[in-house]
Structures are given as C-alpha cells and as structure tokens.
Nanobody, 119 residues
Framework: QVQLVESGGGLVQAGGSLRLSCAAS????????MGWFRQAPGKEREFVVG????????NYADSVKGRFTISRDNAKNTMYLQMNSLKPEDTAVYYC????????????WGQGTQVTVSS
C-alpha cells in the first residue's frame, strides 16, 4: 500500500504562484510513476503532469506547459508541483496520484487540495 497526502492549496490572485506537495509513505519502493491531476467543478478530472518516480521523461498537459513544474525531494519522498502564472481556469481540486510497478494505470490517490485563482 502507498499513502499520498497533498498540501499547499489555497486562494491566489491571477498571475500568482502556489506550490503543492505530495508526501508518499508506505511501500514507496514500489512506485513507478507519480503525477498530478485536477478536477474543476462540473468537469471531468484531467491530467496535469506525470513523471517517473526515479526520474526520466516528464509529460505536461499543454495547458500548463511553461507555467507548472514537477519536482521531487528524494530524502522526503515528496513530489512537488510548482505553479506559476496562475490563471482563473486553473481553479480546481488538485490530486496527487501514483502508479506502482506492474499496474496499468494510476492506482493510488491523495485526498485532493483546493486551488482557487481569482481574477
């Protein structure tokens, strides 16, 4: 089992920045891919960014390229999402997700953290 706990959401004005954190615990040695998703009110959940837990290729949604950056603190087993130049359309609940070796898709999810960007 892997546990994921997000933090760092909040209210920010357009053009501002926020950094989200996702702390992983449990069987972290089994982690293969980590990612961030978001879900705005009335919309389906959408992919934001994903990368290998140990590095490798990082994939960003076109809507956040050049503004969002994913990173990891190995010592803390924590993944971060630095969000700059935020726009009102970035308002959503942001979820951290993990995929373990052998899994076909993301199978562990955090509880979500609200990000609200005011215009």
């Amino acid at each position: 089992q892997v546990q994921l706990v997000e933090s760092g959401g909040g209210l920010v004005q357009a053009g501002g920045s926020l950094r989200l954190s996702c702390a992983a615990s449990g069987r972290t040695f089994s982690l293969y891919t980590m990612g961030w998703f978001r879900q705005a009110p009335g919309k389906e959940r959408e992919f934001v960014v994903g990368r290998g837990w140990s590095g490798g290729v990082t994939n960003y949604a076109d809507s956040v390229k050049g503004r969002f950056t994913i990173s990891r603190d190995n010592a803390k087993n924590t993944m971060y999402l630095q969000m700059n130049s935020l726009k009102p359309e970035d308002t959503a609940v942001y979820y951290c997700a993990a995929r373990v070796f052998g899994a076909k898709d993301y199978d562990y999810w955090g509880q979500g953290t609200q990000v609200t960007v005011s215009s």
